[in-house]
C-alpha cells in the first residue's frame, strides 16, 4: 500500500492557514441543497472560502436547510461567470471528475492530492474545482486545472453526491493540513460515566446473581460446570461500573421480588447492598 507523502510546508505556515487559502469552486450547480451540504462539508473541515461559477439554482432556504449551521460559508460565497475568473489569483487548481480524459491533466488519487495541494498553498489561493451534477466537468473546464483528481468509488456503483465529493476531498486536505493529528474539538462531548465498581461491590453482585440463578432453577450448585466462571468472565470484560452494578442488582431484585409495572426495587443509580 503506498503511504501518503510526508508534509513540507514553510515554517510559518500553521495549518489553518493553508486551510484558508483553499478555494472550493462549484461549476454550474443544479440543485440548492447540493449548495448548502457543500458548505456544511467544508465548515466541519476548517474550509471557508467557496465560489459558485454561473450556478443554476438560487441559494434558498433549500441551501440553507442542508448547510446545516454553515450558512456565513454561504452567505460569504462569490459568485462568479466564469472558472477563470473563480481561479483569478490561485496559483494551482485541481479538477474533481470520475471521467479520465486523453486531453486533461494527469489523475491522482484523493490522498496523494491533498499534500501538494497544500505544499502549493505555501505560495497562494489555490481551488478544487467540481463540476455540474449530472455533467461534471467540461473538457475546457478541466484543462484549466492543473491535477486531476478521481475518488476511488465502488465500479458497481460511482454515482457520489456533490457534497459527499466535497465532504472527501476536505477532510483529506485537513488530515494532511494537520499531518493526520487535527486537533479535538473545543468543547469535546463528555461521555456519560459513573465510578468504577469497587470490587466488594461487583462480590455481591456475583452473590446475588448466584442466589437468583439458584431460585429460578437456571443454576444447579450440585453440578455447577463452568456456569459462574464464564459469567466472571464476561461481567469482567465489562469493567463494571457503579451505576451499571445498581442496574443489574436492581434487575435482580425486581426477579427475586416482582413489583410490576411500579419502580419499587433497587434504584439503578444510587448504590445499595441486598
Known amino acids: 500500500m503506498n503511504q501518503a507523502p510526508v508534509p ?12 484558508d487559502r483553499v478555494r472550493v469552486v462549484l461549476c454550474r450547480t443544479s440543485h440548492p441543497g447540493n449548495i448548502g451540504a457543500a458548505a456544511r462539508a467544508m465548515k466541519t473541515m476548517g474550509l471557508s472560502r467557496l465560489y459558485l461559477v454561473s450556478p443554476m439554482c438560487e441559494l434558498d432556504s433549500v441551501a440553507e436547510a442542508r448547510a446545516a449551521g454553515a450558512s456565513d460559508v454561504l452567505i460569504g460565497a462569490v459568485r462568479c461567470a466564469s472558472l477563470g475568473e473563480a481561479l483569478s489569483g490561485c496559483v494551482h487548481a485541481v479538477a474533481l471528475s470520475a471521467r479520465l480524459r486523453d486531453l486533461g491533466p494527469v489523475a491522482s488519487g484523493v490522498r496523494e492530492s491533498a499534500v501538494p495541494l497544500l505544499q502549493a498553498a ?3 489561493d489555490v481551488a478544487l474545482v467540481f463540476g455540474n451534477e449530472t455533467s461534471g ?3 475546457e473546464e478541466l484543462q484549466r486545472c492543473q491535477k486531476a483528481v478521481t475518488i476511488p468509488s465502488s465500479p458497481a456503483f460511482s454515482s457520489l453526491n456533490l457534497g459527499a465529493a466535497v465532504q ?4 483529506e486536505l485537513r488530515m494532511a493540513a494537520f499531518n493526520e493529528a487535527p486537533p479535538a474539538m473545543e468543547t469535546p462531548a463528555t461521555p456519560f460515566q459513573s ?17 437468583v ?3 429460578t432453577g437456571f443454576h444447579d450448585p ?14 469482567g470484560r465489562a469493567a463494571l461500573e457503579k ?10 431484585d425486581s426477579i427475586e421480588k416482582p413489583t410490576g409495572p411500579q419502580w419499587k426495587h433497587r434504584n439503578p443509580v444510587e448504590p445499595g447492598e441486598n
Open 195 to 211: 465510578p468504577a465498581a469497587a470490587l466488594d461491590e461487583i462480590e455481591r453482585f456475583y452473590e446475588h446473581l448466584e442466589r
Open 137 to 139: 466537468l467540461s473538457n
Open 222 to 235: 450440585a453440578r455447577p460446570r463452568r456456569l459462574l466462571p464464564k459469567l466472571r468472565r464476561l461481567f
Open 122 to 124: 505555501a505560495a497562494g
Open 213 to 215: 440463578l439458584i431460585g
Open 8 to 19: 513540507t510546508f514553510q515554517p510559518d505556515d500553521s495549518p489553518q492557514t493553508l486551510l
Open 243 to 252: 451505576d451499571e452494578i445498581n442496574i443489574l442488582r436492581g434487575i435482580l
Open 168 to 171: 472527501v476531498m476536505a477532510y
